[in-house]
């Protein structure tokens, strides 16, 4: 028999519903606590920064949420992705293994982030706001947003971390292109920025620091709301389209995975994928494994405090209980693979606590050594944070080549790397460094965490 190397689904085959795992949770989940008095922050805090219909979201426990007309619409653009199996990888590993992996590079920006980008941009224009500000890192982010935001005619600021604003001219161009307000940050426009630069006047900026900057932005506006792209439920929730259309591929393959990898920075892409997979581990009927895939270099599961903290650099957001760094960490200026978040998903952190998830870190040679091994073997251009699962995946299928044993393996590949091929010239000249953030400086950042009289 031929064989098959895509699985495509019908357009009437997208999801209908997204899949809320809060409702299937083993332990009621941590509640988000407010900065200034330490108490469960219900809706009506959340109401200055995010529309009701994202906050009704972030609180749910209904197991299913339909998935309104407009945004579903707007994912026939792109969705279904297709899910591959990587025929010629496995021969060029010689492994018995199985890999699959689902491509969300096919969206328009390249990556997992329009599922919710379009999603967070239609409430916010169902309930009348005109602006939204938000931060971005290596700018895939921004880039999701400028897209949804053009799509529902709404104006959008971007607060871009200095140090990707420098390296990466092309994804602010992109979003300029999307009709987008880009700015470095620290700035000097804000508190928040101005009290930072007085600190540390030459900082690279951090994903903290912009959080800390959109926030005040969006928090003094009353025709503005902020939206983030990761770590809260509400995204998470709106990428598990990815792992509805994967159960129904992997059906249509006649296989079931053994392994679902994902990377993480925030936890959404591999939220995405993996948790619609999860329901059956969490009823006790299926004993899957499941690997999320961080760097050395900003290690949050592996080596982060499964603590209360904010999620932004100055304090102004709510305290959630998750696997952190600390806020005020500062990722090394040499990382060159995105994911550099000092928190991750609460949901992500907790499930990683009670033993469902297991974490592993690696280093960045190692990374893009497979992201190219990957590419030769594959065509696809794998984006640096992806390359992580790539790394991942690679791993697990040369352990079943060790043990000799036919594994399914399937991962998430959330994006491609065209705009990164800089990081790959830098590769490619030998100038990347494996980098384990040092012990001693993490202790020293979580020593900084806040002080929360837990019930
Ligand atoms: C942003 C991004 C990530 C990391 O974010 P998550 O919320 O952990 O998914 C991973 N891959 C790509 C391509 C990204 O753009």
Sequence with gaps: MAKQYKYQLEESQIPTQWYNIAADLQNPPAPPLHPGTGQPVGPDDLSPLFPMGVILQEVSQERYIDIP???????????????????????????????????????????????????????????????????????????????????FGIELKVYMVRVSFEQKPYRKAMMNVYGADVVASPTDSTEAGRKILAEMPDTTGSLGIAISEAVEDAATRDDTKYSLGSVLNHVLLHQTVIGEEARLQMEMAGETPDVVIGCVGGGSNYAGLAFPFMRERLAGTSSMRFVAAEPASCPTLTKGSYAYDFGDTVGLTPLMKMDTLGHDFVPPAIHAGGLRYHGMAPLISQLHEEGHIDAVAHGQVGVFEGAVQFSRAEGILPAPESAHAVRSAIDEALKAKEAGEERVILFNLSGHGFLDLGSYERYFAGELEDYEYPADRIEEALKGLPVVATA
Aim: glycine share 10%; net charge positive; hydrophobic share 35%.
């Design 69 to 151: 007309a407009p945004i579903r619409e707007a994912y026939q653009n792109y969705r279904a992705t297709p899910l591959y199996r990587a025929h010629r990888l496995e021969a060029e590993l010689g492994t018995p293994a199985h890999i699959y992996y689902k491509y969300e590079g096919v969206s328009p920006v390249g990556s997992h982030k329009v599922n919710t980008a379009i999603a967070q941009a239609y409430y916010n224009a169902e309930e009348g706001v005109k602006r939204i500000t938000t931060e971005t890192g290596a700018g895939q982010w921004g880039t999701a947003l400028g897209y949804a935001c053009q799509l």
